[in-house]
């Protein structure tokens, strides 16, 4: 396998996209690299369309080994993300496919078109048991492509069909495309909402993640889900030392004047090929305060970009976490009020297997 390097050689800024590089793939054996910048070559004229490349998976719904994200089982439709999060931990997972963890992550994404159909199945199985399955765990659920694929639209209809309890966190206001799913599964505590925000700065945002729903209609995804009785939470994921930080307080209050129940963050980590993904991104857009954020991302992980140690990864480390630590808990203390507990029904859990017709029984 070969995969294609960038340098930063090239001045042109691929508007609308996180990445602006292909890093290599860990998977590769070989590369090519661009010697010289006069010299035109057709593997370095990276596109800045979308490809879809569709797949058919034997299984869905994935066991969750780590023991500090939240999750014991997630299912993801979709591998590589439109949203294009420059800081985003699943970009090295596209390298497992062939792809580079940078543009190829948020240009090539693959659609599994059998998911609701294996969904379906394992639900089915005699071996499984009713846990809370979250989508995605790994890539948004709700990315741009899910508007006109509508899968996770019909992995929540197998859901809300046996009664099976249902996780969702993503960053995008189509998921009031589907309320008339999720009013269902809440009237029997069987979904919960995790909304993603980063920020409040829209101008952060279109470089941070260019292709996510603003900050604003994120908000009113937590207050329409609140309004119509769908339990949700705010996650601030990740914050970023000197880019994201001072929203904290502000970005609490309003979380819950729109009704979140509960608000959780991570600091970034760079895991992988992300760093110098991020690293590119960093100096690119922040040249004047770069060097001071990347050295408070190290300070955070025992002075690397990343620490992969279960329970320490998503935390970090160091006197910055610590202040971090202390504004987070003061103003969700303050901010977020309505804190009624969540507790998925597992009990309802019914496998409805499909009678067979008439016609069929009599062979």
């Known amino acids: 396998m070969i995969t294609?390097?960038?340098?930063?050689?090239?001045?042109?800024?691929?508007?609308?996209?996180?990445?602006?590089?292909?890093?290599?793939?860990?998977?590769?054996?070989?590369?090519?690299?661009?010697e010289y910048k006069e010299v035109l070559d057709e593997e370095f004229q990276l596109s800045e369309k979308t490809e879809i490349i569709y797949t058919?998976?034997?299984?869905?719904?994935?066991?969750?080994?780590?023991?500090?994200?939240?999750?014991?089982?997630?299912?993801n439709p979709y591998q590589g993300c439109e949203h294009g999060c420059v800081y985003c931990y699943a970009r090295p997972t596209h390298e497992y496919w062939g792809y580079s963890a940078g543009l190829d992550f948020e240009q090539k994404i693959i659609v599994k078109k059998n998911a609701v159909e294996l969904l379906?199945?394992?639900?089915?199985?005699?071996?499984?048991?009713?846990?809370?399955?979250?989508?995605s765990g790994n890539t948004d659920c709700y990315q741009p492509i899910e508007k006109k694929m509508e899968i996770t639209r019909?992995?929540?209809?197998?859901?809300?069909?046996?009664?099976?309890?249902?996780s969702i966190i993503t960053k995008n206001a189509l998921i009031l495309r589907d309320l008339d799913l999720l009013k269902e599964l809440a009237k029997d505590n069987l979904v919960h909402v995790m909304v993603s925000i980063t920020g409040l700065d829209e101008s952060v945002r279109q470089k941070?993640?260019?292709?996510?729903?603003?900050?604003?209609?994120?908000?009113?995804v937590i207050q329409t889900l609140a309004e119509n009785g769908i339990p949700c939470g705010m996650m601030m994921a990740p914050i970023i030392a000197g880019i994201n930080n001072h929203d904290i307080p502000e970005l609490l209050r309003l979380a819950?004047?729109?009704?979140?129940?509960?608000?959780?963050?991570?600091?970034?980590?760079?895991?992988?090929?992300?760093?110098p993904v991020f690293k590119d991104w960093l100096f690119k857009n922040f040249p004047d305060r770069a060097n001071k954020v990347w050295n408070l991302i190290c300070d955070t992980h025992g002075g690397n970009v990343n620490d992969s140690r279960f329970g320490v990864r998503m935390r970090g480390e160091g006197k910055f976490v610590?202040?971090?630590?202390?504004?987070?808990?003061?103003?969700?203390?303050?901010?977020?009020?309505?804190?009624?507990?969540?507790?998925?029904?597992?009990?309802?859990?019914?496998p409805k297997k499909e009678e067979p017709s008439l016609q069929m029984s009599l062979f």
């Open 256 to 275: 819950g004047l729109a009704g979140a129940r509960s608000a959780h963050y991570t600091v970034v980590r760079l895991n992988g090929a992300v760093g």
């Open 208 to 220: 941070l993640e260019p292709r996510t729903s603003t900050y604003k209609n994120r908000l009113r």
């Open 56 to 75: 058919y998976p034997k299984t869905i719904i994935n066991k969750v080994k780590s023991v500090d994200v939240g999750m014991e089982y997630s299912a």
């Open 120 to 135: 379906e199945k394992e639900l089915l199985s005699k071996k499984w048991e009713a846990r809370p399955v979250v989508l």
């Open 4 to 34: 294609a390097v960038q340098h930063n050689t090239n001045p042109t800024y691929f508007k609308g996209r996180g990445s602006q590089l292909n890093t290599h793939s860990a998977f590769a054996k070989y590369q090519y690299v661009q």
């Open 322 to 350: 610590e202040i971090i630590e202390q504004i987070f808990s003061i103003s969700k203390k303050r901010f977020i009020t309505n804190t009624q507990e969540f507790e998925y029904n597992c009990n309802l859990f019914k």
């Open 154 to 166: 019909g992995m929540l209809r197998v859901f809300l069909k046996h009664k099976h309890p249902v």
